[in-house]
């Protein structure tokens, strides 16, 4: 099952943003990042499962800068 | 009476602090004892979360729409340092109360040494339109923010915040609440208080542990940090980064102090805010009955009220320095603080500049018992 990832600078986004999701139905999880791709070095990830579009929404809605987003083919 | 003491230096910092609270900075310690923004283990994310949990607690407390925007600092003095200094840095004047602590004043001071910039307004005891009107008086064009404390902490005489703040947002100034005896004990809505940056002390009406305080960003002005260094966000640029709260943030967090705090702001949740304020406003009051009846004690304010005062009250006895009467005091296992209390402007205004005054303040563990046998102890030491 394939996943959305977006990355998030800081753990702090990176938590309200898996609670934003969570109160509107979107499961998602968040990990350290992992991505090479990524310039700058040391962040957060939020996982989704579904609703890709709805979710990058809703966390540009509540402010929380999206660094950069990757379709994953399997959620970690 | 706890451990021995009968305790009245609650407006220093409370004690004794709830278990709950105690509780929370052993778990801290013990199931969240990793780095917190640094991992992504599970022991990380935790820790991680339970700092965040605090964030939410606090801006739903203060009625602050946005989690991010609540940043632990070491102390109220810290988030105060962080807002003066940055605000200022590139020139501008502020307002301040006839009362401010010196967690105000000396950063206002350190700003420009030889020259003030500040503009000081007078503070009228319940009189909101007069007050109002010397806040307005001292606004001219290089004012940038009017920097206030909510509450004297030495004679508990509270300023009217949310029409200051209101003239504030009029004249586009930035609007600093010092919260340090306030936060805890009487309701502050900074939405509604038309407050940009709140001060918040963690260990006084708070009742977490010591090291621990806030700042709470309601606006958008951008403020430069006081501390540079590493965040766990953007590690590969040496530029800080601007987000909150990581601009502010740099190095680690105290996870203990904030776990404790999240468990004092739930204690007073619990309690009740109002219900904590009537309870210690109570004693402030029975305390001001005893003693103005007494011979030879000094008061300086007219008895407390919920209208235009804090419940600490501030007493001398004639013919003797504040701090041997305080000294007096302990011997009998009575705790409160003497001397000027970090606020000289407060004691110039009363008059009490050269002998100080006795502070005393309750807290929600404070009994009436309590209050009775302190006021027996000064009746006999003022004959």
Same mark, same amino acid.
């Given at each position: 099952m394939g996943s959305m990832c977006f990355y998030v600078s800081s753990v702090t986004n990176a938590i309200r943003g898996k609670e934003l999701l969570d109160k509107n139905g979107i499961r998602a999880h968040i990990s350290r990042l992992a991505d090479e791709?990524?310039?700058?070095g040391c962040g957060y990830c939020i996982f989704v499962s579904s609703d890709y579009e709805r979710a990058e929404s809703l966390l540009r809605s509540c402010g929380i800068r999206i660094r950069g987003a990757r379709k994953m083919n399997d959620l970690k | 009476m706890k451990g021995g003491t009968v305790y009245f230096d609650n407006a220093a910092t409370t004690w004794p602090k709830p278990y709950s609270v105690r509780k929370a900075v052993n778990r801290a310690l013990t199931e969240y004892g990793a780095n917190p923004g640094? #991992?992504?283990y599970p022991m990380a994310l935790a820790a991680s979360r339970q700092v965040y949990r605090c964030r939410e607690l606090a801006a739903e407390f203060f009625n602050l729409?946005?989690?991010?925007?609540?940043v632990f600092v070491q102390s109220c003095t810290m988030a105060l340092n962080i807002v003066i200094k940055g605000l200022l840095k590139n020139g501008g004047r502020a307002v301040v109360s006839d009362m401010e602590h010196n967690a105000v004043m000396r950063p206002l001071h350190a700003v420009s040494p030889g020259y003030p910039v500040y503009d000081v307004a007078t503070v009228f005891l319940g009189d909101t339109e007069r007050t109002l009107e010397s806040f307005g008086r001292c606004i001219r064009p290089a004012t940038r923010a009017i920097v206030c404390l909510?509450?004297?902490?030495?004679?508990g005489v509270r300023l009217p915040v949310r029409e200051i703040g209101m003239l504030a947002r009029r004249h586009g100034l930035a609007m600093v609440v010092?919260?340090?005896? #306030?936060? *805890?004990?009487l309701p502050i809505d900074m939405q509604a208080d038309c407050i940009d940056y709140l001060c918040v002390p963690g260990?006084?009406?708070?009742?977490g542990p010591m090291g621990i305080g806030m700042l709470l960003c309601g606006s958008d002005r951008f403020i430069p940090p006081l501390l540079e260094g590493?965040? *766990?966000?953007?590690?590969?640029?040496l530029r800080q980064p601007q987000d909150l709260p990581d601009r502010f943030e740099?190095?680690?967090?105290n996870t203990p102090g904030i776990l404790g705090l999240a468990a004092g702001i739930e204690f007073v949740k619990r309690q009740g805010i109002n219900e904590i304020a009537n309870r210690e406003m109570r004693l402030i009051s029975y305390i001001y009955s005893r003693l103005e009846r007494m011979k030879n004690i000094r008061l300086y304010?007219?008895?407390?009220?919920f209208s235009w005062s804090a419940p600490v009250l501030s007493f001398n006895i004639e013919g003797r320095h504040s701090e041997e009467v305080a000294d007096a005091l302990s011997k009998k296992g009575i705790a409160v603080r003497a001397g000027l209390h970090c606020a000289p402007n407060a004691h110039r205004k009363f008059g009490t500049l050269d002998t100080g005054t006795v502070r005393v303040a309750p807290s929600a563990h404070t009994t009436m018992a309590e209050a009775g046998y302190l006021c027996g102890v000064i009746e006999r030491m003022a004959g």
């Open positions: 791709n990524i310039k700058n | 640094r #991992s992504g729409n946005n989690p991010s925007n609540v909510h509450a004297s902490n030495v004679f010092d919260a340090a005896q #306030s936060a *805890g004990v260990h006084k009406g708070l009742y590493g965040t *766990g966000s953007f590690s590969a640029s740099s190095g680690t967090v304010t007219p008895k407390p009220d």
